[in-house]
Nanobody, 123 residues
Framework: QVQLVESGGGLVQAGDSLRLSCTNSGRAFRAFAVGWFRQAPGKEREFVAAISWNGETTRYADSVNGRFTISRDNEKATAWLQMNSLKPEDTAIYYC????????????????WGQGTQVTVSS
């Protein structure tokens, strides 16, 4: 497992952009796939995006494909989620997660989680 810290959330208007960061303090981060998930009030946690340990493989939920971009820099032990053209329905707590295996869109496959960062998009 690795310790993850998210940052970058905030309150924005529809159409704006935000970039979320997921940071780890150790070198083990480079061996882990990273996923972003979100949970809106009253809803189940859902998959947003994931990236392989070397950044060569990415996958996205249909709802964010074309608007969000996941990336990483293993030297900085950081992964990012660039969110463009934000919509009110993107409002949620966003979590990053890591697993020492291939990317997955299932939250139960991840064993390391951050504390979450709130993203609120007003209309």
């Amino acid at each position: 497992q690795v310790q993850l810290v998210e940052s970058g959330g905030g309150l924005v208007q529809a159409g704006d952009s935000l970039r979320l960061s997921c940071t780890n303090s150790g070198r083990a981060f480079r061996a882990f796939a990273v996923g972003w998930f979100r949970q809106a009030p009253g809803k189940e946690r859902e998959f947003v995006a994931a990236i392989s340990w070397n950044g060569e493989t990415t996958r996205y939920a249909d709802s964010v494909n074309g608007r969000f971009t996941i990336s990483r820099d293993n030297e900085k032990a950081t992964a990012w989620l660039q969110m463009n053209s934000l919509k009110p329905e993107d409002t949620a707590i966003y979590y990053c997660a890591a697993r020492a295996a291939a990317t997955s869109k299932f939250d139960y496959d991840y064993d390391s989680w951050g504390q979450g960062t709130q993203v609120t998009v007003s209309s």
